[in-house]
């Protein structure tokens, strides 16, 4: 058992103060690690199904060979971990526009740091993955251009409910046939949800990418004893 409750770092951002805590969950009997920014809870250790089941998902759907795989929003790394889980992952690039959120892994305040920052595969870049996707270098500096096999985005609660209003272009026609140009043909764009799946973005979708589906997740949630569920979008581009 860890102490009751725990701040382990506490920085002041352009979006609001950015706090990571460490508590004791007496249900989980688990220490649980949590961001928040600002109101918003960004992520937390207690429920993180949905978030590694995305990366199952999105990893299933490229076809034979070695996987680059890109990650929007690095969190407490739980998709990072899940995408570097995937043997036939060669490379992950992940994106993540708080840079105290990548020292905290650095640093190894975040336990899946240690992994993270240890496995060769795994790059950390710093920047807004909304404005890089949407540039004609795309969201790895090192190669500007690059494609990958799947990108994975888990930055906003959801489609309509964002964390910032700067992010909304994204949600848009344009801007997912933006994101569908990092990809290879035939790759995967996955998104995390908090919310049942929406049939409007699923129709957005449908207008850039040749294949889409919107996968509920379910799991258990004991302090409010029963089931809860997140959605993963999934979204193939045409293979020629």
Known sequence: MGRRFEELDWRPTPMGDLVLRRRWDPVFRADVHEIKLGDDFLMSSLFTVAEEEMARLALGEPEGGPVDVAVGGLGLGFTAEAVLDQPE??????????????????????????????????????????????????????????????????????????????HADFYTVEGLRRLSLLLHPGGVFALWSNDPPEARFSALLGEVFAEVRAEVVAFP????????????????????
């Open 89 to 166: 992952v060669a490379s992950l690039v992940v994106v993540e526009a708080l840079g105290e959120v990548i020292e905290w892994h650095e640093r190894g305040l975040i336990p899946a740091g240690v992994r993270l920052t240890g496995d060769p595969r795994c790059r950390f870049v710093h920047g807004d993955f909304f404005a890089m996707s949407g540039s004609k270098d795309g969201v790895d500096p090192q190669e500007p251009g690059r494609r990958f096999h799947a990108v994975l985005v888990d930055i906003d609660h959801s489609p309509s409910h964002l964390l910032d209003e700067s």
């Open 221 to 240: 949630n004991p302090l409010q004893e029963r089931d809860a569920a997140n959605t993963v979008y999934l979204a193939t581009t045409h293979s020629t």
